[in-house]
Each structure stands twice: as structure tokens, then as C-alpha cells.
């Protein structure tokens, strides 16, 4: 009999508007009066923090903007925010944004009150000790690092993907107000809806996965493919963005407290090399490992493919597969997710790079079929040549 376990400590509130009542439902959490708040310039000149932040001084709160951060965020920023952290004297921090916002915010959160950087928590050569408290505000459906114990920092020297990992890394409240998600372009629903489907396909598959990861990933699995293709055709669709910021808070919850796979594994390391968007990378590589894994257990794939519609259940269990396959690569052509071919930047002599950072990944043990260089080489060679 299996032992496992399940925490999440984050207090979630979903619904329409709910970003607006941020005040109110802070005052439940007595963190502090001085706030630092994390975003990025997108963000910020789409509108969507001015709101929140006039909503916070009105009521009594101090705040800083910190919005000097870029997609797969790096180490360099988040040591930038935690001596701003440190010179505002912030009691907490707010982080509005994807999940290089989120991600940032909570490194910042640990590097500010105890000094050190990412690479010495993630090393292992600091305790993940007096963190102050982190309150989360998605602004894509993606991530899930709302509800996450992780966060996943680029060491500039060295273009490693490091991920941070405790328990006291996760955000005491959560607010998933879907009409921030409304003004998101396009590229960016189909990158950061396929990012959270593969959260939920592998916090549900990875050899560390446990019943409640593996019944929140079903249900994520279940609404994501329903609902990207009409929120990516329609930004304005209400229920249809509803529906992904609840799959991927879903996503989220199911991977949280298992963990991802060689699927992120390759895409952390495409991402750090060439500053790929993660959910692309993710795409690009998921029917591959598919494929691989499925070797392992096809019953679990088949069951895969039934959740998300790809096969019927009168379907054997290799049609099943096949279907699974065919399907998340039809998927991602719908929502026209670039081949790897055809990403910036990739070129095949850094392949053994590549495979190194895979390697390294501490996911890659989580993998559910055990994986090495040289499988990791044959699936970036069949992603590049398909």
C-alpha cells in the first residue's frame, strides 16, 4: 500500500471582481503595512496593477512597485527586488502577473528578510526560513504558482533553471479574479494553457503522484481542453476564462504536491538557453515524452486520452495511446504552438547542452518511465525533426 501525502496551506478565493476586494481580505491575514509589489511591465501597462495598488494606499497600506522583471525570471532580479525589499522594509509581497511574476515575488519573499541567493536555496546551503508572507494575483491561466510550493529561478551565469522547493514558499491567499486574464494576446492563452495542461498531465503521470494530485489533474485535464481552444479564439468569453483559471489553479493543486516531469525538464532547459517561453517549450516537447512514458504505462496513458476526450472507452488501450498522441498534436496546431524547429535561437549542436540541463533537473527522477541522456537526445531529435 502506497503512503503518501497532501498540504496546501494558501487560502483561495475564485470569482469575477474579486481582485477588487484585495483590502478587505487582507485585513484577515494581519501581515503588515507596507507592501512590496511585484509585476512586470506588461502587466503594468495593461492596467491591471494601478487598481490594486490605489485600492491598497486608499486603505491605509504603503506600497513599492517593483516591475523590473522579464519572462523566465532570473536570479538577478530577484536580488534586486530583495534589496528593495530590504530598503522599503516591506512586511509582505504582492505579486500580480504570470508565473514569472509569481515566481519572483516568492523568491524575493525569501531572499529579502534572510539575504543570500536563489542558487543557495536552491543548493541546499540556506534554510528556507522567516519568509514573509506572499499573497498571489495570476493574471494568466498557466502556472498554477498561486498555489505552488515552488518557484523556478534562471541563474543567469550559468542558464540553469533552478527550482526553489518548500512548503513555506506557498502564498498564504490566492486571488483568481478571471477578468485580469481578459486583455491576455493570444500566443500567450495557447503558451500558458498548454503550460498547465502539462502540469496536470504530469502531476498526475510522475512517479511521486498520490490520489488527490491524481483526481485534481484529472478534472484540470478535463476543463483546460475544453475551454483553451474558446478562450484562445475569444478573449472576451467569460466562462471560457473562468474555466482556465480554475483548470490551472487546478493544475496547480495536482502537481504541487507531486511534481512535474521530463516534459518541463526539457522545457526549463530550452528556456534557460534561449529564454523560450515555458509553455511553448512545454508544447513542443509533450507529445514526445508522451510517446516515451506510454512505453511504461499504457493503461495510465489510455486513461489519459479517455479524460481529455482523445478516445472512447471501447477503445483499446494502444488505440488509446495513439489517440492521446494524435491529439495533443492536433491541439497544439489549433492553438498554433511554433515547432521546435522553428524557435529562436535552437540549434542542434547545443543538443548535448540541452540534454545536460534535463539531466540535472531534480523533476527528471519523477519522470514515470526513468529516462537518460540518451533518451532525452532521441526525444529532442524526434521534436526537431517532426
Known sequence: MKSYNYYCSTHIQMGMGKARQLPEMLQSHEIGSSILIVSDP???????????????????????????IQQNPRDTDCLAGAEIFRDFVADAVIAIGGGSAM???????????????PTDYADGLRPYTNIAPIICIPTTAGTGSEVTRSAVITEISTHRKMTLKHASLRPILAVLDPALTFSVPSTVTAATGVDALVHAIEGYTCKVTNPISQALGAKAMQTIVSALPIAFRDGQNEEARHDMLEGSLLAGLCFGSADVAAVHCLAEALGGLYDTPHGVANAVFLPHVLRFNAVENKQMHATLARYMKFAKDSDTEEMAVEKLIEGITSFTEELE??????????????????????????????????????????????????
Do not use: M, W
Open 42 to 68: 506588461g502587466v503594468v501597462r495593461a492596467g491591471l496593477v494601478e487598481p490594486i495598488k490605489s485600492a491598497l494606499e486608499s486603505s491605509g497600506y504603503r506600497t513599492y512597485l517593483f516591475d523590473s
Open 103 to 117: 515566481d519572483t515575488g516568492k523568491t524575493i519573499a525569501l531572499c529579502g528578510p534572510n539575504g543570500g541567493t
Open 337 to 386: 504552438i511554433p515547432k521546435l524547429k522553428d524557435l529562436p535561437g535552437v540549434r542542434e549542436e547545443d543538443f548535448p547542452r540541452i540534454v545536460e540541463l534535463a539531466v540535472q533537473n531534480s523533476s527528471t527522477p519523477s519522470n514515470v518511465r526513468s529516462i537518460t541522456s540518451a533518451d532525452y537526445l532521441q526525444i529532442l531529435e524526434q521534436a526537431y525533426s517532426n
